[in-house]
């Protein structure tokens, strides 16, 4: 079935351990987004790829990293987890970067940080 | 600053209408779209507008007036199964999306 995977589905973790947050998309999607949602605060871009091999800072970048190698995958790291860190991830995809197509999403990864 | 405002909480009565307005300010405009979120799960796309005017689909309509900075989502034959919140985004000049906090639709029998 196509679609967004991502794991995990929730994590709990430490003050100051580092953590990777995976999603993969079946779609051959070229743009891929992650976004940080907090109760009573809209969807936070995080990072965003608009194509394999390139990145860009989103709105709330600080303590997050990166990573497109390839068309599928889109990785998100905290490389020092804090509390304030606690949310829910969504990694999101769209055909094209900038066009009229929407995002599909993954069913999101909750995260505490103690 | 870039700002998009909806309610936060909404009820309606199972079998009626509502609308959902949203009102945004951002640096230039290249498209709204609604999603909808039910609990717990992740956003799923409902309607875009990029032109000024009302785009049906089914029980949901969407409309837009760039003009007035301004759209809303109208869901009619109200099920229990819409009760969910509603996002407003808004495409910026950089291409990227805005989000509203959302609006919490409650339907009651």
């Known amino acids: 079935i196509a679609g967004i995977t991502q794991a995990p589905t929730s994590q709990i973790l430490a003050a100051g351990r580092r953590m990777t947050l995976r999603c993969t998309q079946d779609?051959?999607?070229?743009?891929m987004y992650w976004y940080r949602q907090d109760l009573g605060l809209g969807l936070r871009l995080i990072h965003y790829?608009?194509?394999?091999?390139?990145?860009g800072k989103g709105e709330v970048p600080d303590g997050y990293s990166v990573s497109r190698a390839n068309t599928d995958d889109f990785p998100l790291t905290l490389a020092s987890a804090v509390p304030s860190q606690t949310s829910v991830y969504f990694c999101?995809?769209?055909?094209?970067?900038?066009?009229?197509?929407?995002?599909?999403f993954g069913p999101g990864t909750r995260l505490t940080v103690l | 600053g870039q700002n998009i405002d909806q309610p936060t909480e909404m009820t309606a009565t199972e079998g009626a209408i509502v609308q959902i307005n949203c009102t945004y300010q951002?640096?230039?405009?290249?498209?709204l779209f609604w999603y909808q979120q039910h609990a717990g799960e992740a956003p799923t796309f409902l309607s875009y507008?990029?032109l000024d005017g009302l785009e049906e689909k089914g029980r949901f309509s969407s409309f837009l007036s760039r003009s007035k900075g301004y759209s809303y989502l109208l869901l009619k034959e109200l099920q229990m199964k819409d009760s969910a919140s509603y996002l407003c985004?808004?495409?910026?000049?950089?291409?990227?999306?805005?989000w509203g906090a959302g609006t919490k639709l409650i339907i009651k029998p």
């Open positions: 999101a995809s769209s055909p094209v970067a900038g066009d009229t197509n929407e995002q599909f």
């Open positions: 779609m051959r999607h070229n743009a």
């Open positions: 790829s608009n194509t394999a091999g390139t990145t």
């Open positions: 951002t640096s230039g405009f290249n498209g």
């Open positions: 507008n990029v």
């Open positions: 985004a808004v495409r910026d000049s950089n291409y990227q999306l805005i």
